[in-house]
């Protein structure tokens, strides 16, 4: 039936203490990530979207293990992390693209360096991992005589993105974590980076996890979407589920908080008020209850598990739809 | 038609200093008051400039400014002193993208509102707090009373760019300017703070300029719509014009980019390339190297600034027909 | 791998030059820094060959022919007030006066910087316990502390340079700190550790790479301070002692000539003042020399 998994995630938390206190204690939790389950299949693109402090940007950290949890656990192609398969490896084979193409790249080492350095690190010669280097500035559609030696100040952001992507990929890696990769670039250079990712994809097998704040951009790239809140998974499905028939209030309220690109229809209410709530202390219950309209006592009171619901892998963490919740709105559309 | 509020004719931007840089290359524009007009480019556009002239916020030893600007009958290049205080933040006023910049962070917020009122205005302590505390009501805060005496940094992120909002109304500007204010925002606030404007834009009848690089938001907000390129408007229409009949091929490119559209899983229709430098003001269409369906004279000479309508320019030769 | 395989092609191939050979080639084609470092360089030589160059014994003085002016026929650079020859004095002077002014800079550079790249890189516990003790240190005023220790070691030119060293390390340390710690929190650290290198890899090519040049450049400036630093304490006695010839102690040993021959006694503060602004324009180029944007 359904083939085991590329990489699955199971019960993933990542709490960050806060110190300042003048011993160095504690001033309170982030709940960074809490209990978060997901897997990948092979060849899938896997889409996560979420507001600040949802905890997308911590949940890739996780994936490429930069970052170790506090609980949870970690299998690739059916290996367990720490057991089975050590960091090293794992880290060869799921690679990471950061938003910040600047941030990213030493200052001091040029394209070529920039690329070759993680091959070098890995035992490759500095000749071979030189023609990797001019190899993969070739692969990402830059002129490896033209860029090979410079550094990252002379690049535009879209260069030095496509860079990124080329160091990533000298790894032969199974899985691309994209941590909003192309955020920050304008939106011409953007749709010419959302290409060369698709294209790679065809030719090499990837996988991706494709993380952004952008709703449209998710759709275009993704097969299925994960939608976070305050750490926790508030609804997973396929792209057509989820944007055509949300289940979780949430992922509503996200839909049409998107512009809506028709003058015509133009936005007329905000479907949510107020900021997402702090994750350092977040709210008992369902999280989102604060600012949910169809929240009821029960989602003040009992945190709602994942729950199945008919279509494929469609997964929700809402009373409404969890039989015998209690939830006065209990079968009632979402 | 009465006087506009805002007529900009051939407005030339160019900064001076280790390299030249064109920013803005004749540049014009007019506004309506009670109209709202979206500014959309992407970085280096030359759009956020245009605006900074218009406060004349930019560093004046190093740059260089052509053409004339008026606001509300009066010539903003030639304003010194006091006059130019008094256009600052009373005739004009100005949304930051980012409020935790534009906000002293060792002031409670009420004490910098009352403090711009009070010097604009010249009215008493009191008096500039209960305007304040009004303005705070008009921006929605939550428990506005107690807001007031909060410190920037004690505010969420939608909650200051509320603040920063009212700090800028506070003087009943006749004309705001909005610099990117909600690109930093989650969706969820972002819809919140453009709907708020939008209310607030009507509510004052006040103009409003808004700049940003994202479509969407352009069409939630504005009447009109420029396109900006390499520091020229290359294309203006009303929104409908721009979204249903774009006929700049740059404006094509990102109505594509934003997947207004897009089949999903398809390539994107992008625009290749980068834009230009602008180390040399352009002699010819800037959009040319980039453009799919560029001529050889697109290259060698400036393209005409073809008008397809009552306030529709388009500045390509395909538009000629 | 089987798209991306590195092999097809046999022709030799060229890694292209490093980081540090394109900021040599910038140094080169900056005319001020190297005319800076030729002045460094002459006064190294001067120091090493001084017995060669010195035309008289800059110890033996005759009271007959006290602070003669410059010019004066076989002593072109005039007398002291104890009639030695000021220009040979000079010339010795090199090899004191830079081993006091640059030695101590240098020790300092390279503990400081050790401890402040270890705590930025380390961070966490490991940071505070090593910056609040750099801190003890760095509560004194420096001539106040270099004049303490080296009071409380004893007089003597080791225990002057080993007071000198340990008054440098703490603004050091803390420069290295600030610099190693913004970059640790940049992402290509995070994008190297991701592609599985150890943490000496990554502080090597990556953090070393970033963070000498402005320790180095903050380093250097100190030498002009360090230069006047041990004069000062050969002035009291607790650095070199007379009749060492030492730029800094002669100045001051000078100080009453000032009104009888005011040129002779500025020439060793010429010397402090020319050997000080070579530091301080030699760093300036190499600032700007590693800086790729320039």
Redesign the interface.
């Given at each position: 039936m359904i083939p085991a998994p590329l990489f699955s995630a199971q019960n993933l938390v990542k709490h960050f203490r806060l110190k300042g206190g003048l011993l160095?204690s504690s001033r309170g939790v982030v709940r960074a990530v809490d209990n978060v389950s997901f897997d990948l299949a092979e060849g899938e693109t896997l889409g996560i979207v979420g507001?600040?402090g949802c905890g997308k940007s911590t949940t890739a950290?996780l994936i490429?293990d930069?970052i170790s949890p506090d609980a949870g656990t970690i299998t690739l192609g059916g290996k367990l992390l720490g057991k089975h398969i050590s960091a090293?490896e794992l880290?060869?084979q799921i690679?990471?693209v950061?938003q910040?193409s600047y941030?990213?790249?030493?200052?001091?080492?040029?394209m070529?360096?920039?690329i070759a350095?993680?091959p070098k690190?890995?035992g490759?010669s500095?000749?071979?991992?030189?023609?990797?280097a001019h190899?993969?500035l070739e692969?990402v559609g830059l002129e490896p005589r033209r860029f090979?030696?410079r550094?990252p100040?002379e690049l535009?952001g879209?260069?030095r993105q496509r860079v990124?992507i080329a160091?990533a990929?000298?790894?032969?890696p199974k899985i691309v974590v994209l941590d909003e990769s192309v955020s920050a670039l304008?939106?011409?250079?953007?749709?010419?980076v959302?290409?060369l990712l698709?294209d790679l994809k065809a030719?090499?097998g990837l996988t991706y996890v494709f993380i952004s704040?952008d709703?449209?951009?998710v759709?275009?790239m993704s097969d299925r979407v994960m939608v976070m809140y305050l750490g926790q998974v508030a609804e997973i499905g396929t792209?057509e589920a989820i944007y055509s028939a949300p289940a979780h209030p949430y992922t509503a309220?996200?839909l049409s908080?998107?512009?809506?690109?028709?003058?015509?229809r133009?936005?007329?209410?905000?479907?949510?008020?107020?900021?997402?709530p702090n994750p350092i202390n977040p709210p008992a219950g369902c999280r989102f209850h604060t600012r949910c309209k169809h929240a009821d006592t029960i989602c003040a009171a009992v945190e709602p598990g994942l729950f199945g619901l008919p279509g494929e892998g469609h997964q929700v963490a809402c009373h409404i739809h969890i039989p015998g919740s209690n939830h006065r709105n209990r079968g009632v559309e979402a | 038609m009465s006087a506009p509020l805002l007529d900009m004719e051939n407005l030339t931007v160019r900064f001076h200093g280790e390299r030249t840089v064109h920013a803005v290359n004749g540049v014009s524009l007019t506004l309506q008051s009670g109209e709202t007009l979206g500014i959309l480019g992407e970085s280096g556009s030359g759009k956020s400039v245009t605006l900074k002239t218009l406060l004349r916020l930019l560093p004046e030893n190093r740059t260089e400014i052509g053409g004339t600007l008026r606001v509300d009958g009066q010539d903003v290049l030639a304003l010194q002193g006091r006059a130019l205080a008094d256009h600052r933040g009373r005739t004009v006023s100005m949304v930051f993208q980012d409020p935790m910049l534009a906000l002293d962070p060792v002031y409670r917020i009420g004490d910098q509102i009352a403090e711009t009122v009070m010097r604009h205005e010249g009215c008493s302590r009191s008096e500039a707090m209960a305007r304040a505390l009004d303005m705070f009501k008009s921006v929605q805060m939550p428990s506005p009373e107690r807001r007031l005496r909060a410190y920037p940094h004690e505010m969420s992120g939608g909650m200051r760019q509320r603040a920063m909002i009212a700090l800028a109304l506070a003087c009943r500007p006749k004309l705001l300017l909005a610099d990117e204010p909600t690109t930093a925002l989650d969706a969820t606030v972002q819809i919140q703070i453009l709907l708020l404007l939008r209310d607030l834009q009507r509510q004052f009848g006040m103009g409003m300029i808004f700049v940003t690089h994202d479509i969407g938001v352009v069409v939630e907000v504005s009447d009109r719509v420029a396109v900006m390129y390499a520091g020229e408007i290359i294309e203006t229409g009303t929104v409908h014009d721009i979204i249903r009949d774009a006929r700049h091929p740059y404006t094509k490119g990102l109505l594509a980019a934003n997947l207004h559209g897009a089949v999903k899983g398809a390539r994107l229709n992008a625009i290749s390339g980068a834009p230009p430098s602008l180390e040399s003001r352009p002699t010819a269409c800037s959009f040319a190297p980039r453009c799919p369906v560029a001529r050889e004279t697109c290259a060698s000479q400036p393209p005409p600034n073809v008008a397809v309508g009552a306030q529709r320019q388009v500045r390509c030769i395909l538009a000629q027909q | 791998m089987s798209s991306l395989s590195a092999s097809q092609n046999s022709a030799p191939f060229e890694v292209s030059p490093g980081y540090w050979s394109g900021v040599i080639g910038r140094l080169r084609r900056d005319p001020v820094a190297m005319f800076a470092l030729l002045v460094i360089l002459a006064l190294v030589l001067m120091a090493l060959f001084a017995p060669y160059i010195a035309p008289n014994d800059p110890y033996r003085g005759q009271l007959l022919r006290r602070l003669r002016p410059i010019g004066t026929a076989g002593f072109p650079l005039g007398t002291d007030e104890l009639g030695r020859d000021m220009l040979s004095r000079l010339i010795y002077g090199a090899r004191l006066s830079l081993l006091m002014g640059v030695t101590p800079v240098f020790i300092a550079f390279f503990f400081g910087a050790f401890i402040g790249i270890t705590a930025g890189f380390v961070g966490g516990k490991v940071n505070s316990l090593l910056m609040r003790t750099v801190d003890v240190f760095f509560a004194f005023p420096s001539v106040l502390l270099a004049i303490a220790l080296s009071g409380a070691l004893g007089a003597g030119i080791f225990n002057g340079l080993l007071s000198l060293s340990i008054v440098f390390i703490p603004p050091i340390a803390r420069i290295a700190e600030s610099v190693t710690t913004g970059v640790r929190k940049l992402e290509y650290i995070e994008a190297a550790r991701a592609s599985g290198a150890s943490s000496m890899t990554i502080v090597r090519v990556h953090v070393l790479g970033n963070v000498l040049g402005p320790i180095f450049v903050y380093a250097t400036g100190l030498i002009s301070v360090s230069l006047i630093l041990a004069s000062g304490l050969s002035f009291l006695g607790l650095g070199v002692k007379p009749p060492e010839p030492e730029w800094g102690l002669m100045l001051n040993t000078l100080r009453n000539a000032i009104y009888v021959q005011p040129w002779v006694a500025a020439l060793p503060g010429l010397m402090i003042f020319c050997t000080s602004i070579s530091f301080n324009l030699f760093s300036d180029g190499l600032r700007s020399a590693m800086d790729l944007k320039s």
């Open positions: 160095g507001e600040s950290r490429v930069l090293r880290r060869r690679q990471m950061f910040d941030a990213s790249l030493n200052p001091r080492l040029t070529e360096d920039a350095f993680g690190v890995n490759m500095p000749q071979q991992a030189a023609r990797l190899e993969l692969r090979a030696g550094y100040h535009s879209g260069q990124n160091r990929l000298a790894f032969s304008d939106k011409s250079v953007e749709a010419q959302l290409n698709a030719e090499l704040h709703l449209n951009v759709r275009h792209v309220a996200l908080a998107m512009p809506s690109m028709d003058p015509d133009r936005t007329m209410e905000a479907p949510l008020t107020g900021d997402p | - | -």
